[in-house]
T-cell receptor, first 113, second 116 residues
Framework: GNSVTQMEGPVTLSEEAFLTINCTYTATGYPSLFWYVQYPGEGLQLLLKATKADDKGSNKGFEATYRKETTSFHLEKGSVQVSDSAVYFCALLISGGYNKLIFGAGTRLAVHP | GAVVSQHPSWVICKSGTSVKIECRSLDFQATTMFWYRQFPKQSLMLMATSNEGSKATYEQGVEKDKFLINHASLTLSTLTVTSAHPEDSSFYIC????????????FGDGTRLSIL
């Protein structure tokens, strides 16, 4: 079946530290991959995406590369800020059908000054 | 562009009442809308997929008669929680997509439902 596995949180970092949040997936076919961010009390915002192998998605200093050989889409940022504190969801979308997204469990990031 | 508005953002009501949540796409036509439920500190659970002008497709384990979904136009979908009870308290989030393959979903800000 199709599934997404994320590293468990919370992840606690000091400001300007390097961030990695691991995400691996299992899928039939060739999914598109996404990272969404959820700030407290809000819905989800699309952070970045990649639609095929070796694509790199990037936005606001965050990056993730679609690695087909390791079925991974790890999220990275070189220098985190307090404002990056949120919950991050990795998700995959199976082509065809009704664009159903399959989410990982989410990883909470807390950045301290 | 691609703004989704959800209303209300927070609702508190008595057990036994019905509650309607609206999801609107403000600047695009949403062929497909999705309704999710999120428990505290957990991921999003897809409840149902609705396409404009047709019946919603519910995920396994979601009661159709409990969670009524209507997608009457290309910009509006509603979720009605009928005869709500405390166990229905949760964060409900909608999303909308233009429907073409691989189009991203755009999410509303969610509705926090508290049943007393």
């Amino acid at each position: 079946g199709n599934s997404v596995t994320q590293m468990e949180g919370p992840v606690t970092l000091s400001e300007e530290a390097f961030l990695t949040i691991n995400c691996t997936y299992t899928a039939t076919g060739y999914p598109s991959l996404f990272w969404y961010v959820q700030y407290p009390g809000e819905g989800l915002q699309l952070l970045l995406k990649a639609t095929k192998a070796d694509d790199k998605g990037s936005n606001k200093g965050f990056e993730a590369t679609y690695r087909k050989e390791t079925t991974s889409f790890h999220l990275e940022k070189g220098s985190v800020q307090v404002s990056d504190s949120a919950v991050y969801f990795c998700a995959l979308l199976i082509s065809g059908g009704y664009n159903k997204l399959i989410f990982g469990a989410g990883t909470r990031l807390a950045v301290h000054p | 562009g691609a703004v989704v508005s959800q209303h209300p953002s927070w609702v508190i009501c008595k057990s036994g009442t019905s509650v309607k949540i609206e999801c609107r796409s403000l600047d695009f036509q949403a062929t497909t809308m999705f309704w999710y439920r999120q428990f505290p500190k957990q991921s999003l659970m897809l409840m149902a997929t609705s396409n404009e002008g047709s019946k919603a497709t519910y995920e396994q384990g979601v009661e159709k008669d409990k969670f009524l979904i209507n997608h009457a136009s290309l910009t509006l979908s509603t979720l009605t929680v009928t005869s709500a009870h405390p166990e229905d308290s949760s964060f409900y989030i909608c999303s909308a997509t233009k429907g073409q393959p691989d189009q991203p979903q755009h999410f509303g800000d969610g509705t926090r439902l508290s049943i007393l």
